[in-house]
């Protein structure tokens, strides 16, 4: 393996791998949120394994973390390195001839896509840390909410408009990336099947219902409560 | 139709110091059967004979095989029609009173010389870095055909071989990527058994020279498989970096 992830295309398929995890688990993201349509206890079971369980707070989070960083900043090196290898910009340049805008776009979607998660971890992630592991509290119960507080704290979250229209727009940008990147992920593995029709109907159908998904959550709630 | 009247747009650089820039031109009277390079033929023999000096641009054949002519034209590599070199592109492609801006392959691996005309150089040194087999050329070379080969492996080889190496697809891809013509490069000798001897050594060396050289990485936006004269196809990408993490694992 010398020097492969140094190489341009091992750069390519350490992006890849990435997304590949990063994919799977918006999956399983969108599953647990789902079940606060669905039942709001379950939902509360749920949050509270995932929030305690020793095995994803420590080991499994820790490699998500990473595995975000990594994607973006190999993402950031990666454009970099293509900008530089541009030289001298075409004064005129018709990219639409020949690519679709998503993919010639990936870094702006990226982008906007990283600002939201900015947004998740202040909103969400930070005060999670602060009460479990600054202020020791593992109990997942909060004062003057009966049970467990994860479907209250969901619910008050998708109160306010400004949020859920932030959440909104940043879900659409998370369908132009995964429009694209779902079957480049498998092209840069090696895989002519990214070229394939029935993995690219996957590739829509993926890019296409898990960021309605999660759209659908936030408005289910915005609308209901 | 009428002969057409155009105005050019045409970067111009003295030597690959100069600073270089856009500079405007009027031909008038140009036949729909004309290839673009006669177009260009044409307003160097009006800029001669004004005592000026002529745009250089690379051209050889002039059939579409060579691989010697460039040009991005309406900010397409080979201009607007599909599967064809600049040579073979005609001017009944274009209106009468249409503007046309045709500036250089741009790519940090391919510095203007003059004018329209790149040095491609390091796409000879990826060659050069692996782009053959080793045999014995002595004159008692084995023939091909004694070697069975599938003819669906034969024929993707001969589709990779069929890469002229002009560089449209580096010019093309918005991170200068050379990943189609080292992809073809590759592929036509992992698809035979003549090249299985040298696969990982060869891909190895020439995508370190890619890297070197300074082209870009891939994103899969397929522009180049598009704008390429001979329709090389994405899947050479994609077999060139199942060569690579082949070749890692080894």
Known sequence: MNGFFKSS?????AMALSAFFLMFFLLQHLAINLLSVISPDLFNEVSHFMGTNPLIQFALQPVLIFGVVFHFVMGFILELKNKKANGVAYAKNNGAANSSWVSRNMIWSGIAILAFIILHFIDFWFPEINTKFIKGDWSGTMAGVEGYRYYEELVHKFVNPVRVGAYVVA???LALHLMHGFTSAFQSMGGTAGRKKTLQAIGKAYSIFVPVGFIFVALYHFFNH | MDNMNLTLKIWRQKDSNAKGQMVDYKVTDISEHMSFLEMMDVLNEQLVNSGEEPVAFDHDCREGICGMCSLYINGEAHGPDRGITTCQLHMRMFNDGDTITIEPWRAAAFPVI???????????RIQHAGGYI??????????ANSLPISKHAADEA???ATCIGCGACVATCKNSSAMLFVGAKVSQYALLPQGQVEAADRVKNMVAQMDLEGFGNCTNTGACEVECPKGISLDNIARMNRELMKAALK
């Open chain 1, 171 to 173: 879900f659409v940008f």
């Open chain 2, 114 to 124: 003059k004018d329209l005309i790149v040095d491609r150089m390091s796409f000879e």
């Open chain 2, 158 to 160: 001969m589709d990779a």
């Open chain 2, 134 to 143: 080793s045999v014995n050329t002595s004159g008692n070379t084995q023939d």
């Open chain 1, 9 to 13: 295309i091992g750069r390519k398929v």
